[in-house]
């Protein structure tokens, strides 16, 4: 079994936070099995002392009295009331059983929510939950803002995981798009403390210049803010090249050295006119000209490019063109620029060997979008539960997820899940969406369990390796959240990870009498990764044991330099003519030659310092004080809809109208409002008495299943047309 806390005496917990990307250093003071404070550890090798708000409230999650910590079967009327878990988990796996019986594999769906990746346990058995099920029907969070960069390196790279990240450390001059890094700390960068790396760039003389449609928070630091339209990255990003390509400025030795196919793209840029792509983007071609070559001609410099262009119109396109910017001005792989990383545990080889990593593998019965890394769009769910026919979706398992918030046109999906035949949840709370459920299974919250990071090497500024112990003992009736995977995939006929291979080994193990324990798994991952002992007792390499003995983690230094070494295509070579992509290219190269401009306005979203997305507005320090869900509107489209500051509005899109409260500012372009994501919470207020006094509204009310990026096939969530009026005037909107 796992490791477990103590049950008594005071002591001193050292644990990385697995709240958000940043994976700080935390010190918990800890009495018996009670939570006395939480403070930053300035002795972590990552973080050295930073630490946000919301890492300071992580254990009011474990102190919550809204939090589940019993099995949950909905009653008739919408109520719930506790069930053993042995009776829980027969009767979910009996109702998925039956339903796969009857009407195949396909017609039950998983959707898991991005904790997941903060959790090695439960992201080592979500596969093996997935192959139990047998269905091709998985969704998940990153399928809503993150497979146009998955696809892009898969494409490019040979593995989803092989992801390009600014040296920021060492960087004179950062280009950044779509990206808030002093309130999120990094989105695939994991960098705590932003702001001072941000401030070290501009101290050794150099630039950062950040490229959005908000003055954000990190815009207002930066040496030059530069407004875009919503969707025009990809437009902006190509112009640059182009502006390159046509001044001579390429380094063709290393491009013939490290790429495939780079004339065949160079061809297709040069082609692109100039002034189509400044309409297109509404940034004049000065300003694209003169940013490209200070690019060039800084001594180093990163493209370093989020979620706002992942979730935008053209986002694995725009997502690529990061990339090609980087190797067109000879960035990529080299110190201050886009670098790879050598994480301890190399999630990247190991996907690749079990292959468990593509693209367009499958595609979803309806709409034909294609999978990503073996997740379907979460755009696809409302749809594939609403049309009959062989496939339909008749079942859904969440993990951690919230899609009726986070996915879109929201109300559409929570229509659809009320009216499946049985819905399983493995969740905390009783959500907007696990109020649906007929059970929901709660596991322990993630203090009571060691952690130790799985996904994060890929994206860390420096390579890092740290194991954090448990904080408190797991109650006497409760299961960690890989415990409840891993039960239900059992009943299900399933092993612990769905890797044949693997569970043949762990198979072995457990009738031997050593049961699954994903610390030892993982344990397995460190010692044969590239800082591992290989098992060898002379050896001064990593292992568990090892991470154990240094409780603030171990700095495996800088990241280092070259490309090949991270390409795991055969040919070692980056494809940058991947087929994909290049018709991608070529659709857009028709669309922004007869694109012509309007004047609707477009919907962006909005990160905050105390939010997690949907969740952890149950914690009060994290919601008091100001209002945060409110649409920021630019004072000329204020004075063009007849609205005011403070007062209250009306928005309609193409599949909603409702009130929003508007504030006035000139933060925003012309032409662009924003309303932050993962608010909503009144349909959960009778279960969240914390977030239901601050319920907010969704920005997924508004947003459009139907409108997909055209490559992956994701969710537009940010250039969404909106229309404003006082709230007499706009009627409201059918959802369907």
């Not at 899940?417 to 649906?436: G, P, Q």
């Not at 010692?527 to 991470?547: A, C, M, N, Q």
């Not at 991947?578 to 609707?600: H, I, K, S, Y």
């Not at 306005?601 to 997690?612: H, K």
Request: some cysteine.
């Amino acid at each position: 079994m796992s490791e477990t806390a103590p049950q008594s005496g005071n002591r001193t917990v050292h644990r990385t936070c697995t709240l958000c990307e940043a994976c700080c250093g935390l010190d918990i003071d800890v009495d018996g099995a009670k939570i006395v404070s939480v403070r930053p550890d300035h002795d972590d090798v990552r973080s050295h002392g930073f630490v946000c708000p919301k890492g300071i409230a992580i254990s009011a999650i474990h102190d919550d009295p809204d939090r589940l910590r019993q099995p949950m079967r909905r009653m008739p009327g919408g109520t719930f009331e506790p069930i053993g878990w042995d009776e829980a988990l027969d009767l979910a796996a009996e109702r998925l059983r039956g339903i796969r019986a009857e009407h195949g594999a396909n017609a039950v769906a998983l959707y898991t929510g991005n904790p997941v990746i903060h959790n090695h346990g439960a992201l080592l058995v979500r596969a093996g939950l997935t192959a139990a099920l047998g269905t091709k029907n998985s969704y998940s969070a990153g399928s809503q803002d993150t497979s146009p960069r998955f696809a892009t390196s898969n494409l490019l790279y040979g593995s989803s995981f092989a992801l390009p990240i600014p040296d920021v450390d060492r960087t004179d001059y950062l280009l950044c798009l779509g990206a808030n890094p002093l309130i999120s700390n990094g989105s695939v960068l994991t960098a705590p403390n932003m702001k001072k790396r941000l401030r070290a760039i501009r101290e050794r003389g150099g630039k950062l210049v950040i490229v959005d449609p908000r003055q954000t928070e990190t815009a207002r630091v930066a040496d030059e803010h530069v407004p875009i339209r919503p969707g025009g990255d990809a437009a902006f990003l190509l112009a640059m090249v182009g502006v390159l390509i046509e001044r001579g400025r390429l380094p063709h030795s290393t491009l013939a050295e490290v790429t495939r196919g780079w004339a065949d793209v160079e061809r297709r840029i040069g082609a692109l006119g100039r002034e189509d792509l400044s309409r297109s983007c509404d940034v004049p071609v000065a300003t694209i000209e003169r940013l490209a070559l200070e690019f060039a001609d800084a001594p180093t410099a990163a493209a370093y490019s989020r979620i706002g262009i992942c979730n935008n119109r053209y986002g694995t396109l725009a997502t690529y063109a990061t990339d090609l910017l980087n190797l067109a001005a000879g960035r990529l792989g080299k110190v201050g620029g886009a670098m790879f990383t050598t994480p301890a545990i190399d999630t990247a080889a190991f996907l690749v060997r079990a292959k468990q990593d593509g693209y367009a593998r499958w595609r979803s019965r309806v709409r034909d979008l294609p999978e990503t890394l073996g997740d379907l769009p979460s755009a696809c769910l409302a749809e594939e539960m609403e049309t009959p026919g062989p496939g339909q979706i008749r079942a859904l398992v969440t993990f951690a997820g919230n899609p009726v918030l986070t996915t879109p046109n929201g109300r559409r999906l929570g229509d659809a899940i009320s009216k499946l035949d049985f819905m399983v949840a493995i969740d905390l709370y009783v959500n907007e969406t696990t109020r649906h459920a007929d059970l929901i299974l709660p596991p322990a919250w993630t203090l009571t369990e060691p952690h130790i990071d799985l996904f994060f090497g890929a994206m860390s500024a420096r390579n890092i390796a740290r194991w954090s112990p448990p904080v408190v003992p797991i109650g006497p009736d409760e299961k960690h959240d890989w415990e409840i995977m891993l039960a239900l995939s059992e009943r299900l006929g399933g092993g612990p990870t769905g890797i044949r291979p693997l569970d043949r080994a762990l198979s072995a193990a457990k009738n031997i009498g050593q049961g699954f324990d994903p610390t030892h798994t993982a344990d397995l991952l460190l010692r044969t990764g590239p800082y591992g002992d290989w098992f060898l007792p002379w050896s001064k390499g990593l292992s568990v044991k090892k991470l154990k003995d240094a409780p603030h983690g171990i700095d495996l230094g800088p990241l280092e330099e070259g490309v090949s070494r991270r390409v795991f295509h055969r040919d070692k070579l980056v494809h940058v003519d991947a087929p994909p992509l290049l018709e991608a290219l070529d659709a857009f190269a028709g669309e922004v030659r007869t694109a012509a401009p309007d004047d609707q306005l477009l919907l962006i979203g909005r990160r905050e310092l105390r939010t997690c997305n949907s969740w952890m507005h149950n914690v009060e320090a994290l919601v008091s004080g100001r209002d945060r869900c409110i649409l920021y509107v630019h004072p000329e489209d204020a004075e063009r809809a007849g609205i005011f500051d403070g007062g209250v509005a009306r928005m309609e899109s193409r599949v909603h109208a409702g009130e929003v409260k508007i504030r006035v500012t000139d933060e925003l372009m012309p032409g662009v409002v924003s309303l932050p994501h993962g608010w909503g919470h009144a349909a959960a207020a009778p279960w969240q008495r914390v977030a239901g006094s601050h319920p907010g509204i969704s920005i997924n009310d508004w947003t459009d299943d139907q409108e997909v990026e055209s490559v992956v096939g994701q969710s537009i969530l940010n250039g969404v047309a909106v229309r404003l009026g006082p709230c007499a005037e706009i009627a409201v909107a059918s959802h369907a």
